[in-house]
């Protein structure tokens, strides 16, 4: 259905067989966050509380620049980023307000912001996904800086687009340091292999065009679900060993200080975070959730078990010397 808010691309979903409900109940939500666990939180949190949601999908760094450059007069109640980086920019402009303390008691500390303004919503970490038939798993590194040798020339996929990889350059510089992080771009840049998105990259990997990717462990998860189990030409390494190639990122949210709907924007992200909301998202998408005690449908290594890169998503921030140290490098 579509609504309008003078605002391009701009969709109704959730509670779509509901009467028109007031405008005053009505939340404009920017989402820079995949749509199936957006559709599927928003028909869940439409159908428990009455409140529609409007929604403007986008890139989240762009949603987050036009947040920016709105300022007081944006429409927005609520912004879902696929990456905290982009939330914290926002943040640092000082336009999110302090999310409840109720809301934030929900999950873990280390996933939310540590102003309190904004929160994860869902969890990913970042993975290597392997052709079985171009590449023994026994063979494979213990660290993600190994990928970018030249014993693994024209076999490594990467998307230097990605705001995930972008991440993990971040925390490659926080771990190792920034010359580190330099070097592992320029041993990428000449020995692997450049694609647009970390989605194109594991399907060249499952179609056998490339050995490996480095990748969100959900682009696998969603292939695995199109093309079943049985089928996949691919697999997932995880690296483990606290090293940067298992990054923890979080999608997830925050209220507009400018928002005139102010307690139903604030229900809304509580609602993200509720046993509830938590299940419809991790039902829609391969995201671990935050909240203790739900469970994902999907047959993920046990988030216990991921021994990760000692980087919260507060040490991101917003990943803003990712960008210099990809132009250092010649991939941007």
Known sequence: MQAGLGLA???????????ALAQDQTL????GQHRPPVEALVAAF???T???????????????SQLIEEGASSPADVFWSEESPSLAAVDGKGLLAPLDPETLKQIPATYA????????????????VYNKEMVDPATLPKSVLDFAGPDWAGKVAFAP????????????????????????????????EIY?????????VEGGDVALALSNNYYWYALEKELGADSMNSALYHIGNQDPGTLITVSGAGVLKTSKKAEAAQRFVAFMVSAEGQAAIVGAIAEYPLR???????????????????????DLGDAADALALLREADLA
């Not at 691309?9 to 009467?19: H, M, Q, T, Y």
């Not at 404009?28 to 989402?31: D, G, M, R, T």
């Not at 009455?50 to 987050?64: C, F, K, M, W």
């Open 292 to 314: 203790p005690g739900v469970v994902s449908p999907f047959p993920m290594k046990p988030f216990d078990e991921l021994d990760p890169a000692p980087v919260t998503p507060a």
């Open 196 to 204: 647009n998105s970390d989605s194109a990259a594991v399907e060249a």
């Open 9 to 19: 691309g701009v969709s109704l979903i959730g509670g779509a067989a509901r009467p």
């Open 113 to 128: 912001a540590k102003t309190g303004t904004w929160i994860g919503a869902g969890a990913r970490c970042r993975v290597v």
């Open 161 to 192: 687009n990605s705001g995930a990889f972008q991440q993990q350059v971040v925390a490659v510089a926080l771990m190792k340091g920034r010359d580190a992080a330099l070097a592992w771009l320029k041993g990428l840049r000449e020995n692997g």
């Open 46 to 48: 439409t159908a428990a």
């Open 50 to 64: 009455g409140i529609a949601v409007v929604t403007r999908n986008g890139n989240s760094a762009q949603l987050a």
């Open 28 to 31: 404009a939500l920017y989402n």
